[in-house]
């Protein structure tokens, strides 16, 4: 048998409760580490639960960021989610597994610790 084609999928979110700081722009900082394993570990199993749960293999956090103009008590978060494509799976449904984002975090209002901006998720785009 041949090894399934890995495939790539953005999740993109703003979380409120999440004061943005300059070391948050360092990928080599104390606290960009800490905030991405944290974040990788929620999305990962925020995601393992979903339909695409069977073939999911991992999210990683690439960036954190705040928006130009906007409150610096707020920080964007960008991941990278990797899957599987298995012959047998069904292609990655975007809106359908954002709905299922939607549903596991309390309509985007809660990711663990963190309080989501409820119109601030995007999956693939």
Wanted: with cysteine.
């Amino acid at each position: 048998t041949t090894a399934a084609a890995l495939e790539h999928f953005t999740v993109n979110f703003t979380i409120t409760n999440l004061p943005y700081t300059s070391d948050l722009e360092n990928p080599d900082s104390a606290r960009f580490k800490a905030t991405r394993r944290v974040m990788n570990m929620m999305l990962d199993r925020l995601l393992k639960k979903s339909s695409i749960g069977p073939v999911f293999q991992g999210c990683d956090t690439t960036d954190f960021r705040y928006e130009l103009g906007s409150d610096r008590d707020q920080t964007r978060v960008d991941a990278v989610c990797t899957y599987s494509k298995e012959p047998w799976a069904a292609p990655l449904d975007r809106v359908g597994l954002y709905h299922q984002v939607s549903n596991k975090t309390r309509g985007i209002t809660q990711l663990g610790p963190y309080s989501l901006d409820k119109d601030s998720l995007y999956v693939n785009g």
